[in-house]
């Protein structure tokens, strides 16, 4: 997956209802290019560089996996769909104004972009917001830290800050009721990367199965009868201690813990790779470890049609899964959806995503988390 960069962005606006122009933009940049990890309080400032009403402005930090002039560009579109009209002069009352000011540590120097921003320092309605919630990040170029730039800046306009907060769009999805909660679903139905996307989002420790690590896998997609019971058993004992290890140990600076699996996994792969003997061995074994395993607060279950799967499978390109049969994914699937509809007392949400891309489509991706928070 690709890893987020951090943006630093200023918005503010001077025409009509600035205070909903500030709120619409936000929950646009939210929708349309990332998470808003903060957002500061919003001052009321003079107009700078020409005459005309006090502009509202504020600062806010959003998490994006988009490349920086995607991002600009994105914030071009909402400054026009929020209905922004760039006139040729370079001051100007405007509806929102949305620029990039750091991007982390980079300079970046194009004919489009320039970051970071051309003279941020020498205005105080940028840094003083900016300074609420990065106090600490330096300017890649003049290697100083927001909070001296504001000290240092001459500029002696008077900033009043607004008595009203903007809300925050990420924390409509509420994720606090959970302590422990798992991402099950087929081979390929995408439960690692939502794991990862949630935890990287909503402050969660992670945990991910090593099956990666797991000698007898490529075995066994070679000649199943032969390694399926060393494969099944390598897996529980493997699933078994992590699980127990990763959730014995507290993170403080963790909200929640997401894995992307739950160890009953084990029994419903085991009953279809297994002889009927190999079975009953291995479910008497199951038993005893699952007894003393912490059980999620919430098991949510990716469902994917087969077909959809099997593209999957494809597109990630692991040589040893190649040759899964249409027939194995079947029987894995109904495994599952027999098992969690068994299963009275779990919190388990199934959410069928056959025709949604969460990782490419950020649309899909607040879709999928809505359907996991909601009740």
């Not at 500061?40 to 005459?51: D, H, N, Q, R, T």
């Not at 909402?78 to 002069?89: A, M, W, Y």
């Not at 980079?106 to 970051?115: D, G, M, Q, S």
């Not at 924390?171 to 996307?197: C, H, P, R």
Request: hydrophobic fraction near 40%; include cysteine; charged fraction near 30%.
């Amino acid at each position: 997956m690709i890893k987020p960069q951090t943006f630093y962005i200023a918005l503010g606006s001077n025409k009509g209802d600035k205070f909903k122009n500030l709120q619409d933009a936000v929950d646009l940049i939210h929708a349309k290019a990332g998470n808003i990890r903060q957002i500061s309080k919003v001052y009321k400032s003079p107009a700078f560089g020409f005459e005309s009403d006090d502009f509202f402005n504020t600062c806010l930090v959003l998490e994006s996996c988009l490349e920086s002039q995607k991002l600009l560009d994105v914030l071009l579109n909402i400054e026009t769909d929020l209905g922004r009209v760039r006139r040729s002069k370079d001051y100007e009352a405007r509806v929102i104004d949305l620029d990039i000011v750091f991007v982390e540590e980079a300079v970046i120097e194009t004919k489009t972009l320039r970051i970071p921003h051309p003279e941020m320092e020498k205005r105080k309605f940028v840094l003083l917001p900016l300074n609420d919630i990065a106090p600490k990040v330096k300017h890649p170029k003049l290697h100083k830290e927001v909070s001296v730039l504001l000290a240092e800046c001459e500029d002696e306009s008077v900033l009043e800050p607004v008595n009203i907060w903007l809300k925050n769009p990420r924390k409509a999805f509420d994720f606090s009721k959970y302590n422990y909660m798992a991402v099950e679903g087929n081979i390929g139905a995408g439960k690692t990367s939502l794991a990862n996307k949630i935890a990287q989002d909503y402050n969660a420790k992670l945990i991910l199965e090593r099956f990666a690590d797991n000698p007898f896998l490529p075995k066994f997609y070679e000649d199943a009868a032969r390694y399926a019971f060393p494969l099944e058993m390598s897996f529980l004992a493997e699933r078994y201690q992590q699980i127990s290890d990763d959730l014995s140990q507290l993170d403080l600076f963790k909200d929640f813990i997401v894995s992307d699996y739950d160890v009953f996994k084990s029994l419903i792969f085991s009953k279809i790779t297994l002889h009927e003997d190999e079975f009953k061995l291995y479910r008497k074994l199951f038993y005893l470890m699952y007894k003393e395993i912490a059980k999620p607060d919430l098991y949510v279950y990716l469902y994917q049609n087969t077909e959809r799967l099997l593209e999957n499978i494809k597109k990630r390109g692991r040589d040893y899964e190649q040759d899964i049969e249409k027939d194995y994914l079947e029987k894995i699937n109904a495994g599952y959806l027999g098992f969690l509809k068994s299963q009275s007392d779990f919190n388990v949400k199934i959410i069928d995503i056959s025709e949604k891309d969460f990782i490419e489509n950020r649309a899909d991706y607040l879709w999928l988390l809505g359907e996991i928070c909601g009740e």
